[in-house]
């Protein structure tokens, strides 16, 4: 297990720009397949993107493909999430999710073993 530090939310306009981090701890977060999850109010927690290994793939929510990317830098311990041309309905409490493995499951919160404690995404129209 790792422990997840999210930063990078707050106000924006609907159109713009913010880039969210999620540092890991320990030597092994590398090996970890990072997902991204978001939870607006009144809503269950929903699936945005996850990465796997540096080299490996990439998956995104059909809500977010073309908007949002995510990428990770091992040197650094974070994985990132860039989010384009953000909407009202992207705002949202933003967590990310670590497993150490998830198979084709990266969809599923429930495969993930750590946590971060969520960063505040506010998109105003």
């Known amino acids: 297990q790792v422990n997840l530090v999210e930063s990078g939310g707050g106000l924006v306009q609907a159109g713009g720009s913010l880039r969210l981090s999620c540092v890991g701890s320990?030597?092994?977060?590398?090996?970890?397949?990072v997902a991204w999850f978001r939870r607006a109010p009144g809503t269950e927690r929903e699936f945005v993107s996850a990465?796997?290994?540096?080299?490996?793939?990439?998956y995104y929510a059909d809500s977010v493909k073309g908007r949002f990317t995510t990428s990770r830098d091992d040197a650094k311990n974070t994985v990132y999430l860039h989010m384009n041309s953000l909407k009202p309905d992207d705002t949202a409490v933003y967590y990310c999710?670590?497993?150490?493995?998830?198979?084709?499951?990266?969809?599923?919160?429930?495969?993930?073993?750590?946590w971060g404690q969520g960063t505040q995404v506010t998109v105003s129209s």
């Open positions: 999710a670590a497993a150490p493995y998830t198979a084709d499951a990266y969809y599923n919160s429930e495969v993930y073993t750590s």
């Open positions: 320990g030597n092994t977060f590398y090996t970890y397949t």
């Open positions: 990465v796997y290994i540096s080299g490996g793939s990439s």
